[in-house]
């Protein structure tokens, strides 16, 4: 699922036709491969979530129904298509091809790539002995050029298998957004174009059908996949969890973290879940075999099954059932880190960094209309080293921004820049607001100690920073008026920030996690007037020490875990 190049055409908000929709549709089917999110799946991952949710020659598929919601190159169509030949000829060889005219449904948005598949199923059907008639029947029976979301559907399914599209929101054309948000429930906030698709799977799932997707994991733990898992807690399965990060499960690399999801519309259950197989046939047989077996797996094997992961709205953990079983005390026995008298935000985003930062010294704006700025590159070391970088500020100390009037040199200085400023969405929503930057400037931010956690880290990378700079947006911060932030430091340098934003988390290409304000504001915290005198001063004299093991020994008591806890938590139990 690479991150899709934005194109200025599928983000404009109104068309030059009669119907916005259909102009909408237009710019799409035509679009390029990084634009319409398509990336393809290698045909031993496709054989493996077939025989995943039952799609397989020994079964009846010649009286079953499959649904195929973005075709692309045909990659699991064709896949599925021998299945069925196969199962038609060995169950009901008499019965004429034409009779498997209902058994397969598949929608492409992507003309050129739908005219390329549907010259494939037509060679296949021959070279499997169709007579070219019935061929030229089945394709026109079977494919569908169009939009799945807004394509009609007669009748269930028993089957739903695909890749779906991973397209941002920012790249669908606004008319074409209205209308899904009109149709499916599922599209909130932020929500990626493949959050609806699964939420209309579902829906055509017939009782007992199952859904096997390949698809980004992110909407397993963010917040816009909330009223998906709810849908799925509700109503569905989820039956088998397969973790494909860092494998070569695709014809190209890919950013985001896929996973193999299998929901069946039946009463809830226990899932069962594999990580990071070989794409290899022997295995990926193999593992299928485990994932699907009647007896409960073995422990010491590659399959585990786990309880209680789809709970209403709230992220999946599927994670091990130590660590979770860890976590869920946490969540019990301590307020979150905010209600536990410590703040979590973010820096500022400007929408144009080349116009309002550069070097302090150098900002030609009055003495009070810029700060200095701290950014991911000044605390790499494990310690602010600041480079000199300042950032304008355009707010009034009370609220709103500055009469630029009063501050000629900042007018001078912005409206020198006002062509690269101005063209911001941000400016043009308010065009009497041009020169603000995207989030609001708070300059007592700047004077308060803090801690600064930049978004994406293998590990925890928790800096203290005493109260000389402003922070950039690529940095969340953390400051308390009751926690001594040096002993809160120590607490976020231990396992303990590592294992509430692993398990809350979507984890990227290369293993980094998402240090995000969502998950640091998960982390579970004792209040400081709680802890003892003792562990305060053992705290602060870890994080000062920059020892990590120190940390560790410290939170281990501030949270009183046992021996299998600190194991949990990649300790030596001791």
């Not at 890919?254 to 290899?280: H, M, Q, S």
């Amino acid at each position: 699922m690479a991150e899709p190049a934005i194109d200025q055409r599928l983000r404009q908000a109104s068309f030059p036709g009669m119907c916005p929709i259909e102009d909408a549709l237009e710019l799409l089917s035509t679009a390029g491969i990084e634009e319409r999110g398509a990336v393809f799946t290698r045909r031993e991952v496709v054989d493996f979530i077939l025989d995943l949710v039952g799609y397989t020659p020994d079964r009846p598929l010649h009286e079953k129904r499959l649904l195929e919601p973005s075709v692309g190159h045909g990659d699991f169509l064709l896949a599925a298509i021998e299945r069925l030949i196969a199962a038609w000829k060995a169950r009901a060889p008499d019965a004429p091809a034409t009779s498997l005219a209902g058994c397969i449904r598949a929608v492409e948005l992507h003309r050129a790539s739908f005219e390329e598949t549907r010259g494939k199923v037509g060679a296949l059907l021959r070279k499997r002995g169709i007579a070219s008639r019935d061929a030229k029947q089945l394709v026109g029976a079977w494919l569908t050029q169009g939009d799945f979301l807004l394509t009609p559907l007669s009748g269930s399914f028993d089957y739903v298998v695909g890749n779906p599209p991973y397209v941002r929101q920012e790249l669908i054309p606004d008319a074409l957004i209205a209308e899904y948000r009109a149709r499916y429930r599922t599209v909130f906030d932020r929500a990626d174009i493949y959050i609806p698709f699964i939420e209309r799977s579902l829906t055509a799932l017939a009782e007992g059908g199952a859904l096997g997707f390949i698809c980004a994991d992110r909407w397993m733990k963010n917040r816009y996949g909330g009223p998906l898992r709810q849908m799925v807690a509700e109503r569905f399965h989820l039956k088998i969890y397969v973790d494909m990060y860092d494998t070569p499960a695709f014809h190209s690399d890919v950013i985001a973290y896929p996973a193999i999801t299998v929901i069946v519309r039946e009463k809830p259950g226990r899932t069962r879940v594999a990580r990071r197989p070989a794409i290899e046939k022997t295995a990926l047989d193999y593992l299928a075999a485990m994932l699907l077996a009647t007896q409960a797996p073995d422990p010491k094997g590659p399959v585990k099954e786990m309880a209680g992961i789809t709970a209403g709205a709230q992220p999946w953990i599927l994670d091990s059932s130590d660590q979770l079983e860890l976590v869920r005390r946490l969540e019990r026995d301590f307020p979150p880190i905010e209600d536990a008298g410590c703040k979590v935000g973010i820096g500022v985003a400007t929408g144009a960094d080349d116009a309002f930062i550069g070097p302090f010294k150098e900002l030609d704006v009055e003495d009070d209309r810029k700060l200095p700025l701290v950014m991911t590159r000044d605390i790499l070391s494990g310690a602010v080293q600041w480079r000199g970088l300042g950032i304008v500020n355009p707010f009034a100390d009370g609220g709103g921004l500055v009469d630029l009037g009063k501050y000629p040199r900042l007018r001078g200085y912005l409206e020198a820049r006002k062509d690269q400023i101005a063209k911001r969405h941000v400016a043009q929503k308010a065009p009497a607001n041009w020169y603000r930057t995207i989030d609001r400037i708070y300059p007592e931010l700047t004077w308060r100690p803090k801690l600064l956690i930049p978004d994406i880290k293998g590990e925890a990378h928790i800096v203290y920073e005493g109260g000389k700079l402003y922070p950039h947006h690529n940095l969340y911060f953390i400051t308390s008026e009751e926690w001594d932030l040096r002993a809160l430091q120590a607490v976020l340098l231990s396992g303990i920030a590592r294992l509430f934003v692993a398990t809350y988390s979507t984890r990227m290409r290369g293993g980094y996690l998402r240090f995000q304000a969502q998950y640091l504001r998960r982390i579970r915290l004792p209040r400081w007037a709680d802890v003892a005198d003792g562990i305060k001063k053992e705290l602060v004299a870890a994080a000062q020490k920059g020892d990590v093991s120190a940390c560790n020994s410290a939170v281990f008591r501030l949270y009183g875990l046992s021996k299998n806890e600190r194991a949990a938590l990649g300790g030596n139990g001791e």
